[in-house]
């Protein structure tokens, strides 16, 4: 697609839960990033892909929260035994090169923890 | 630790002024800094970027300005619009990396 796309929009999970949020990128970016954004707040690093491997997962808050690229395209972000903290706008972004500048975000999914 | 921040987080302008955000940073180590622009239920959405060695550039209707000395960005936007009325993040960089690490934002307003 034109742009990169991010599924579901919006994610309401009780406590406890698991859940999957999905990053479809633009069509050949080979690099992939997820951030995570708090309300007023501004977006923090999570993870960094390139092509398949995660490149960089130091952003990632803790063991409950994994990533997969297993064909150097979509993303899934994945978030077991989810807590009230984690409630917040997950983007996604991809780019060609390493630079920002180069960086096309998503909407973002925003996840709520009940 | 070392943090990227902004010195005002609103700030209201009337439509056809000219705007001016500023940024501080703290990391002498970044040499490549970002403004996003970031409308509600959206993703950031790139502006203008410039490197740590210019100190000036242009967009259509927007200006970057790069302070090394006091490492201090601004963002001029001219004439502004209704439509530009968001979150103006910045955010800063290493041209040999790939993270981005953003200020918390401010949230621009445009009345007409």
């Known amino acids: 697609g034109a742009g990169v796309s991010q599924t579901p929009s919006n994610k309401v999970t009780e406590k406890g839960k698991y859940v999957e949020l999905r990053c479809d990128p633009i069509?050949?970016?080979?690099?992939l990033y997820w951030y995570r954004q708090s309300l007023g707040q501004g977006p923090e690093f999570l993870i960094y892909?390139?092509?398949?491997?995660?490149?960089?997962d130091s952003g990632l808050p803790n063991d409950r929260f994994f990533a997969v690229r297993p064909e150097g395209s979509v993303s899934t972000l994945k978030i077991q035994r989810t807590e009230r903290g984690d409630s917040a706008v997950y983007l996604c972004?991809?780019?060609?090169?390493?630079?920002?500048?180069?960086?096309?975000f998503g909407s973002g999914t925003r996840l709520t923890v009940v | 630790g070392e943090s990227v921040g902004l010195h005002l987080p609103t700030l209201s302008v009337q439509e056809g002024d000219n705007s001016i955000i500023n940024c501080a940073y703290s990391?002498?180590?970044?040499?490549?800094f970002i403004w996003y622009k970031q409308e509600s239920g959206k993703g950031p959405q790139f502006i203008i970027d410039?490197?740590?060695?210019?100190d000036k550039r242009q967009g259509q209707r927007v200006t970057v300005l790069l302070n090394k000395t006091v490492k201090h960005l601004s963002l001029q936007i001219a004439a502004t619009q209704p439509g530009d009325s968001a979150v103006y993040f910045c955010?800063?960089?290493?041209?040999?990396?790939?993270?981005?690490?953003f200020g918390k934002g401010t949230s621009l307003l445009v009345t007409p």
């Open positions: 955010a800063e960089a290493r041209l040999s990396g790939y993270a981005l690490n």
């Open positions: 990391n002498s180590a970044s040499d490549y």
């Open positions: 892909f390139q092509g398949t491997g995660a490149a960089d």
């Open positions: 972004a991809s780019s060609l090169t390493r630079q920002g500048d180069g960086y096309t």
């Open positions: 410039i490197r740590s060695n210019m």
């Open positions: 069509s050949g970016h080979t690099a």
